[in-house]
């Protein structure tokens, strides 16, 4: 909620229920705007109400509706990316992914608690997909992108960017937060 600008008249709060003035002072009302809604909410301080404290409790009001949004953005970013951590990088790069490329892909996939579900090391053959196309789950698209051959790279991937609700069972459950250990082999 931001602060806008101070006006000075009579607010519902201090008009009772037959609609006549209760007092015969007129309140403050410090219009704030709800950023999510877009909606003006009138904040009534009462006029027997010192200036210094009227700041202080405008200031906490929007301390606290400042942090439940900031708290509200944060989760959402993290519901909507994946967490990437670079394990290994080749000192030389000639190439990195990009949309189009047709990738070969080895990697260890686990739940968050360590249970793992798939591994392609384990099987020694890794996975081919063209990037960028929609073959794999959104989280591996973003996470592979930019990769160099040989390099290794630790994906957390939420639900919303990997089987969301549904999962895929028997082996991954709904709302399943996945971890990839992933190695670029090659870019064709």
Same mark, same amino acid.
């Given at each position: 909620?931001?602060?806008?600008?101070?006006?000075?008249?009579?607010?519902?709060?201090?008009?009772?229920?037959?609609?006549?003035?209760?007092?015969?002072?007129?309140?403050?009302?410090?219009?704030?705007?709800?950023?999510?809604?877009?909606?003006?909410?009138?904040?009534?301080?009462?006029?027997?109400?010192?200036?210094?404290?009227?700041?202080?409790?405008?200031?906490?009001?929007?301390?606290?509706?400042?942090?439940?949004?900031?708290?509200?953005?944060?989760?959402?970013?993290?519901?909507?990316?994946?967490?990437?951590?670079?394990?290994? *990088?080749?000192?030389?790069?000639?190439? %990195?992914?990009?949309? &189009?490329?047709?990738?070969?892909?080895?990697? @260890? /996939?686990? !739940?968050?608690?360590?249970?793992?579900?798939?591994?392609?090391?384990? *099987?020694?053959?890794?996975?081919?997909? %063209?990037?960028?196309? &929609?073959?794999?789950?959104?989280?591996?698209? @973003? /996470?592979? !992108?930019?990769?160099?051959?040989?390099?290794?790279?630790?994906?957390?991937?939420?639900?919303?960017?990997?089987?969301?609700?549904?999962?895929?069972?028997?082996?991954?459950?709904?709302?399943?937060?996945?971890?990839?250990?992933?190695?670029?082999?090659?870019?064709?």
């Amino acid at each position: 909620m931001g602060l806008a600008t101070y006006k000075t008249k009579t607010c519902m709060r201090c008009i009772n229920t037959s609609g006549y003035v209760q007092r015969q002072i007129k309140c403050d009302i410090w219009p704030l705007y709800d950023r999510d809604n877009f909606q003006q909410i009138n904040f009534c301080l009462a006029i027997t109400m010192s200036l210094i404290e009227k700041i202080q409790l405008v200031m906490a009001v929007l301390f606290l509706s400042g942090a439940a949004y900031l708290a509200a953005d944060i989760q959402n970013t993290k519901a909507n990316n994946v967490q990437i951590g670079v394990k290994f *990088r080749p000192e030389v790069c000639e190439r %990195k992914a990009v949309p &189009g490329d047709t990738v070969s892909v080895h990697y @260890q /996939g686990k !739940l968050v608690d360590g249970t793992e579900f798939d591994n392609s090391f384990k *099987r020694g053959r890794p996975i081919d997909f %063209k990037l960028g196309k &929609g073959v794999v789950i959104k989280g591996w698209e @973003q /996470g592979i !992108l930019g990769m160099c051959v040989g390099e290794k790279r630790v994906l957390k991937i939420p639900p919303a960017l990997g089987y969301g609700d549904a999962g895929a069972p028997p082996t991954i459950p709904g709302k399943a937060s996945l971890i990839f250990e992933t190695e670029l082999m090659d870019i064709k």
